[in-house]
């Protein structure tokens, strides 16, 4: 039992930084490590619980021979009384021998009991330290999501005032200036258009007013 404990303190002391030195995904790899540890930490539990159910067992048996201890002292007091000396020696004679047992369980139940406590507790560092490095899991996956994230966006950064985007920008800013080029053209000329036959216009109108007003002067209407 403490030899399982005292792997599982080598795997999460030292194999674990081999592994994660190794691994192309840290986190992966982490996950993968807490379901090994996950499961040893069950296996422990286990094993703890054999260890307390052995712990009671005894217990119970040194209670079991205490009892027989104090009855077969009542059972030779009575027999005294009764005036039965040779069966008061037997019940002494096996008082005895209980109280030997009663003895030798006693001390494999607190021995029992003292490896109980010391199983518990290291468990209970296992427990803890599975807590801590599921919390550390965690926070190295969000980090290294959000260095993903960083190295994706300062990529599109990259590429965006690349080279081949740049000019890629400037040829479409040619093409642009090219149709304004072409369209202020194309309103120059129809406004030149417009303005030779507005003067052409105008000039038939004044014509038109001036012999109007020159049949007026002369009476020629």
Excluded: H
């Amino acid at each position: 039992m403490f030899k399982f404990f005292k792997r599982m303190k080598t795997v999460v002391s030292s194999e674990l930084n081999a592994m994660l030195d190794k691994a192309e995904d840290p986190v992966k790899m982490l996950d993968q490590f807490l379901r090994d540890m996950g499961e040893d930490i069950r296996e422990a539990e286990a094993a703890v619980a054999k260890q307390i159910a052995n712990e009671k067992i005894l217990k119970r048996k040194a209670e079991d021979a205490q009892s027989m201890v104090d009855k077969r002292q009542a059972q030779a007091e009575k027999a005294v009384v009764a005036g039965e000396d040779e069966l008061a020696k037997r019940a002494l004679q096996e008082k005895k021998e209980y109280e030997n047992q009663a003895v030798l369980l006693q001390q494999s139940y607190e021995q029992a009991k003292n490896d109980s406590e010391i199983l518990k507790s290291k468990l209970d560092e296992m427990k803890k330290e599975y807590q801590e490095m599921n919390l550390k899991k965690d926070s190295l996956k969000a980090r290294a999501e959000s260095a993903k994230t960083r190295t994706k966006i300062n990529r599109s950064m990259s590429s965006i005032g690349g080279d081949e985007s740049r000019r890629g920008f400037e040829r479409m800013e040619e093409k642009v200036l090219r149709f304004e080029a072409e369209a202020e053209t194309s309103e120059d000329l129809s406004t030149q258009s417009r303005t030779l036959d507005d003067e052409f216009r105008k000039l038939d109108s004044d014509v038109d007013d001036e012999l109007a007003a020159l049949k007026e002067a002369m009476g020629k209407e």
